[in-house]
């Protein structure tokens, strides 16, 4: 029974996979017969189609890396784990987004203690901090904040988002973590109109860390993410 689910679940990802890079597919025919098909075009509407046409590639590439990830994800390709400081992985991720969360003048305030060890790879744990920050910008509104808040509590490294932005309505949260999932699908945020992949890798890879992943309302008016990672002890570290 579980062999029959997990290839109907692969048949429903390569359908969905396919339609995600149908539609950009279409758009691209579509602005390239305007230009060939029509006589006379100016030099001005030639350039806004191709600046069209750019997007809708970029867009492509996106969905296509991120496919990538999740099918690596899904090979089940065991990652060998070592001690990660979850604290400079958040550090250089912040420093990273820096430049994004300017240009549309959010604020990142961060609260960060310097000793969270955890057990892990890089990339995925780039995968889940960087997915999580992007999100909290991409969705914030222009002058927002994002919070980002990282501390020991018992056995556990807490990681947490905490934005002031558009928020996610109740009835939609138990589906943001599967693929292809996007509440506004119609909306660009950003100019970037989502994969609806991001959340999907950020769960996978919590769980194979062995952490949890939970969303809620954020007191600021946005949406707060919550990861719980299981802490490396120092005795770990030292036999690892
Ligand atoms: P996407 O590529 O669309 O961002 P994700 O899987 O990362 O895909 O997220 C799924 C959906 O969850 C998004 O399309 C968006 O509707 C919603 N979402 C994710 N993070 C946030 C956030 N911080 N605030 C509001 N909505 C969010």
Known sequence: ERLEYTQQMRQVFVSDASHELRTPLAAIRLLCESITQTENVDAETT??????????????????EKLLVLSRLDSGSRTVFAPISLSDVVHKLITAFDPIAEAKSVTIESYIEDDCIISGDTEGTNQIVGNLIDNAIKYNN?????????????????????????GIAPEFREHIFERFYRVDKSREHDGRGGSGLGLAIVKRNVEALGGTI??????????????????????EEVYD
Do not use: W
């Open 142 to 166: 222009i002058g927002g904040t994002l919070r980002i808040y990282l501390f020991t509590k018992k056995d556990n490294c807490v990681f947490i988002t905490d934005d002031t932005g558009i």
């Open 214 to 235: 939970s969303v809620s309302d954020s007191v600021s008016g946005g949406t707060r993410f919550t990861v719980v990672f299981p802490s490396l002890t120092a005795d």
């Open 47 to 64: 350039r806004e189609f191709m600046e069209d046409i750019i997007l809708e590639v970029d867009r492509m590439s996106h969905t296509a």
